[in-house]
C-alpha cells in the first residue's frame, strides 16, 4: 500500500458526474481505495468544496454523498488552520496562476508533510514540495 495521497475534490466530482472521459478514472481509483491499495487523507477545505459545489447545482443529495463518502473513504481528514491559511498565501505569492482553494489544500498538504495528492488538476504540478498523481 502506497501513500497517503491527499484526495481533491475533483476525484469524486468527476467519479459521481456525467459522461466524462475522467469518469471511469476516477472511479477506478475510487475502488483501489476501497480496496486498500490507496490510502488517502483530505481536508475540511475539500469537503467544504463538495458541499458547495452540489448545494449550489441544488443537488442536497449529491451534497451528502460526496461528503460521507469521502470522509469516509479517507484515514484523516485535516483540519484547515490559521497556519495553513498563512502558507496559503505564500503559495500564492510564488505561484499567481493558482485559485485560492488548491493554495489551501497545498498548504494543508505541506504543513502536514504529505507530498502526492489525487488530482485531476494540473495546477498542483507547478507547486515545489507536491506530486500530483492523476486517476
Do not use: W
Request: charged share 25%; aromatic share 6%.
Amino acid at each position: 500500500m502506497t501513500g497517503p495521497y491527499f484526495l481533491d475534490a475533483n476525484i469524486i466530482m468527476y467519479a459521481m458526474g456525467g459522461d466524462h472521459p475522467l469518469r471511469a478514472p476516477c472511479r477506478d481509483q475510487l475502488e483501489r481505495i476501497k480496496k486498500g491499495e490507496l490510502a488517502v487523507v483530505t481536508s475540511t477545505e475539500v469537503l467544504q468544496e463538495l458541499l458547495h459545489r452540489y448545494l449550489s447545482l441544488k443537488m442536497p443529495g449529491h451534497a451528502e454523498e460526496a461528503f460521507h463518502a469521502t470522509a469516509g473513504l479517507c484515514r484523516k481528514v485535516f483540519p484547515v488552520t490559521l497556519s495553513d491559511l498563512e502558507k496559503a498565501m505564500e503559495i500564492i505569492k510564488a505561484n499567481s496562476t493558482l485559485n485560492a482553494r488548491d493554495a489551501v489544500h497545498a498548504a494543508v498538504m505541506l504543513n502536514n508533510k504529505i507530498e502526492n495528492i489525487l488530482s485531476t488538476d494540473q495546477h498542483f504540478d507547478a507547486i515545489e514540495g507536491i506530486k500530483r498523481v492523476a486517476p
